[in-house]
């Protein structure tokens, strides 16, 4: 994987753009030192580390406007930086960019009950949104596992799932409106409390833009009311087809569960020493499917969820009679990377999605490979939205095998492709699957898709090197080919 | 003398966009052409009309996935979808009560981001369309999504597609999200409610997943078809509630403890709640008379607004959105009315609509970004120009 080649202009002309940075944010907000620079040296992704050239925390839109702004007069390139735990690269500092973080921006601005919705600023945690709100009996959907740590604008820029977002939707689908910064400076508000922002959907465009189209700098997100009940149902199986089986049932059935969870063997054993979760040892695989809602369509929900379970062959079966047993019933799948990370070195996360009812194929097909590659995978799903999380275990510190591990994971996505899914279910593509876009979209598609950023920054200088595989100049991008339509269409019926 | 092109295949789409960007002509892009009346109205000499490019492609229930070309009717989606339980969930209208217009076509349903009463609960036809392949102004194939519902690989084209008014590209296949039909719905009736505002969000933010959220003031309430609701002769606050059957009836229960402080309690069963959520969709109620404008405005502030300027309205998405009867003249009254939202002109005739902003204006930075952003996809502005 290249990164662009750092401008070495730039990077020679770097005090005078560290002075004009402190001009606008005062004191500790720019950093310079090397060891400081160090904490934003990478993401999620750790394979990949670069000193950002500088990292700037501004602490208000005026000053992200500002620096926006110097930077755009300069020619210098921004990456704009949340909490870090991006898991494809997207905030990989460049060695000739300015990093901008949000960490500063902490406050929640406004907390409005009667409209369903809370505006944020960027920097807030996705669990804090939650947090400001529990008490009163409402909460923020979407819920990624790096819930503690990662912010609200970093969940806007990659579109981050969780497992509620079966049936509550994911972050584009539970975000009202944002405020943020073009590369030029200016300041743009898109929708608000309302529903639809009305005109073209840029608010739409720009979540999962993974930091390409601008600076979120404010976020209004919908909360909703806590259903009254939640019950865990826990189902294993004794074959992987099986469990792919109960949950196209399930939804077949027109059934939409609040949460629908699927481990193989792999990684229910990776926590068998780390977490007291609970789950049976001798399953193939293993359901966690969460109904909400009022009693007794949880009551008659459960019923039914459990009659299929049977009915598709489930070795194994409990359902929650308490709230404590159905959070016991998710401390496992919780602890899933981190008990996986315990038992390797080192391992990668995977991202795909595919249609459903191919999973068992999916699965047997990575299983091959796992023994070409001579590499263990572990799998976790979101299994009711057929995204998939294969994570491939490896060590680092053993020569060649960090890409033999990227040649696995480029293998698993082709084939999630070949079945008619996608590289990037949720963490996005950063730097990680931008190589593998090809596998996906055409020059076209892509072209297309860059005008669009072409659109909000015609400069170029807002986290290049991300997401697409060919940087193109955006006034290429805008020439016209013309080809010569063929008039008077001799086939086309007119009228 | 107007020219329709009635292309049958994507490469005769596309045959027709290049010879509209070599020369320039600018194309209006139809379905059926069901919803002439939304939008500024267009005048062009060559019509590319998309409705022989018919056909569901792909239809996986299981999955909740479906593929058709763009110019396939709505009743054959509709007909396909009863047959397997499922539904658009995010209950796109049907153009009768305010063009008078029966049909319509997957491709123009999305492109002019249809949504209704179910909206707060659902989403919009943004949330639910996938992908798409299309044919941009410049004469470029392209496509955007997937078939799988988590995707963030690459920008999200689908949602600026949906509500683009045949602007930008020429979709020539949608893929949507579909969702299982409920098992049951029932509709809760606060009659004469005390406070119109605090019922609806009440009965909005409580646990019980209500699906619609409506007030019809007494004039309005009298043109219903419900006898329930015609004959009452006071305003009505109605909610929705579906699911499977015991979990309805509890709901509908809990929900008629709740809002009984605000009036008289009624409850409507599945033919009649079919039919109420219909006429609040269609806006059947206002299918006679004047100009109307949809008001999409904060939640809480709908009745004041709706009350401060004095139309006859009547209120959807607990007070989010406002059906108002009023001339399309009145663009600057009623945009004066809300500091945040955004009013949309749905029917006036031509004349009035040529000389009003039939859709809110945008601040100047917005509106100079959405035109690059426009120019991104039709440099020449080609499809379907000043429309939107
Ligand atoms: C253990 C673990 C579990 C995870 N589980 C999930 C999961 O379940 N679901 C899921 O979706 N993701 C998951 N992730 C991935 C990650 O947490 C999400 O992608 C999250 O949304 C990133 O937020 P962040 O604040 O850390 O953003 P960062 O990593 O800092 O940045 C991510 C991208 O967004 C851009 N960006 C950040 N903030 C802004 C802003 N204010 N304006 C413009 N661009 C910005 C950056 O340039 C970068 O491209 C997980 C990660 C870890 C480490």
Not at chain 1, 368 to 379: I, T
Request: glycine share 12%; aromatic share 6%.
């Amino acid at each position: 994987m290249k990164m662009p080649k750092p401008d070495q202009a730039t990077i020679a002309r770097r005090s005078e753009i560290i002075k004009r940075l402190r001009a606008i944010v005062p004191g500790e907000g720019v950093i310079v030192d090397e060891n400081e620079l160090t904490a934003y040296e990478c993401d999620g992704l750790m394979a990949y580390r670069q000193l950002p050239m500088v990292v700037v925390l501004p602490q208000t839109t005026k000053q992200v406007s500002d620096v926006l702004k110097a930077c755009h007069e300069m020619d210098v390139k921004i990456v704009p930086r949340g909490a870090g735990t991006g898991l494809s690269g997207g905030a990989l500092p460049l060695a000739d960019a300015v990093t901008l973080g949000l960490g500063k921006f902490k406050a929640i601005l406004d907390i409005d009950y009667d409209n369903r919705c809370v505006v944020a600023q960027p920097g807030v945690t996705n669990r804090a949104i939650t947090e400001a709100v529990e008490d009163e009996g409402y909460y923020y959907a979407p819920d990624p596992s790096s819930k503690i740590a990662c912010t609200i604008g970093g969940n806007v820029a990659e579109n981050a799932g969780g497992m509620h977002c079966l049936k509550y939707g994911l972050t584009t689908n539970n975000v009202l409106g944002v405020e943020m910064v073009l590369m030029d400076g200016e300041i743009i508000r898109l929708g608000g409390k309302h529903m639809d922002a009305g005109g073209l959907d840029l608010l739409g465009a720009v979540t999962g833009s993974e930091g390409l189209l601008g600076v979120i700098t404010g976020v209004t997100v919908r909360i909703l009311k806590q259903p009254d009940v939640a019950k865990g149902v826990l189902v294993g199986f004794p074959n992987v087809e099986a469990g792919g089986e109960c949950v196209a049932k399930i939804i077949g059935s027109g059934i939409i569960p609040g949460a629908m969870e699927m481990m193989d063997k792999m990684v229910i054993g990776a926590m068998q020493d780390f977490v007291d979760s609970g789950y049976p040892l001798d399953v193939e695989s293993l359901l966690v499917v969460e109904l909400d809602g009022q009693e007794i369509e949880v009551q008659y929900l459960t019923e039914r969820v459990s009659e299929i379970a049977k009915s598709v062959g489930s070795t194994f079966l409990r359902v929650s009679d308490t709230d404590e047993e159905r959070q016991q019933m998710w401390k496992g799948r919780m602890s899933a990377f981190p008990s996986v990370g315990r038992i390797s070195p080192d391992y990668l996360t995977m991202d795909g999605t595919i249609p459903r009812h191919r999973l068992a194929d999916v699965l047997t097909r990575m299983t091959e490979l796992s023994k070409d590659y001579g590499l263990r995978v572990a799998n976790v799903f979101h299994a009711g939205d057929g995204n998939l999380h294969p994570l491939i275990l490896f060590d680092a510190n053993k020569p060649g095998e960090l890409d033999r591990a990227e040649e696995f994971g480029h293998d698993i996505l082709r084939l999630c492709v070949e079945v008619g899914g996608v590289l990037t279910g949720e963490h996005g593509v950063g730097v990680e699957k931008r190589d593998l876009m090809g596998e996906v979209f055409s020059e076209d598609d892509l072209k297309q898709q860059q005008r669009l950023k072409c659109a909000f920054d015609g400069s170029g200088l807002l986290n290049p090197g991300k997401v697409y595989p060919t940087l193109h100049r955006c006034v290429e991008l805008g020439r016209m080919k013309i080809t010569e339509g063929n008039i008077p269409f001799p086939d086309i019926p007119r009228f | 003398m107007r020219e329709v092109l009635k292309p049958e295949t994507e490469d005769q789409v596309l045959e027709v966009v290049r010879w509209a960007v070599s020369s320039k002509t600018p194309l209006e892009v139809r379905g059926q052409g069901t919803k002439q009346g939304l939008g500024n109205p267009v005048v062009c000499d060559h019509i590319l009309d998309l409705s022989g490019l018919s056909g569901i492609e792909l239809y996986e229930p299981q999955e909740l996935v479906m593929t058709a070309r763009a110019g396939t009717p709505i009743a054959d989606i509709q007909a396909a979808l009863d047959e397997a339980g499922q539904m658009m969930a995010f209950e796109p209208w049907q153009p009768k009560g305010l063009y008078r217009t029966e049909g319509g076509t997957i491709g123009g349903m999305f492109a002019s981001g249809a949504s209704g009463p179910r909206r707060p609960l659902a989403g919009a036809a943004r949330d639910h369309m996938l992908g798409f392949h299309a044919i941009s102004g410049r004469g470029e194939q392209f496509k955007s999504g997937g078939r799988v519902v988590k995707n963030v690989t690459g920008f999200d084209l689908s949602k600026l597609m949906s509500g683009s008014m045949g602007t930008l590209s020429v979709m020539t296949d949608v893929t949507l999200k579909v969702l299982p039909k409920p098992e049951k719905s029932r509709t809760v009736l606060v009659f004469a409610p005390t406070d119109v505002g605090r019922a609806m969000l009440d009965a909005q933010n409580s646990p019980y997943e209500v699906s619609g959220v409506a007030y019809l003031p007494v004039e309005v309430a009298a043109k219903s078809q419900v006898s329930y609701i015609n004959h009452a002769s006071v305003g009505v606050v109605a909610v929705r509630v579906e699911g499977p059957a015991p979990s309805v009836a509890v709901r509908c229960q809990l929900l008629r403890e709740l809002l009984c402080k605000y009036g008289e309690v009624e409850e409507l069963h599945t033919s009649n709640t079919v039919t109420l959520w219909r006429e609040i969709r269609d806006v059947e109620y206002f299918s006679e008379g004047g100009d109307i404008w949809r008001l999409s405005v904060t939640p809480s502030e709908g009745p004041t607004i709706a009350d401060a300027l004095g139309d006859v309205h009547y209120l959807d998405w607990a007070g989010g959105l406002i059906w108002l009867q009023a001339s399309g003249q009145d663009a600057e009254r009623i945009r004066a009315a809300f500091p945040n939202g955004h009013a949309t002109l749905m029917r006036a005739p031509n004349n009035v609509r040529a000389s009003v902003d039939v859709f809110q204006p945008h601040p100047d930075g917005l509106q100079a970004l959405m035109d690059r952003v426009r120019a991104g996809f039709d440099p020449h502005a080609i499809l379907t120009p000043g429309r939107m």
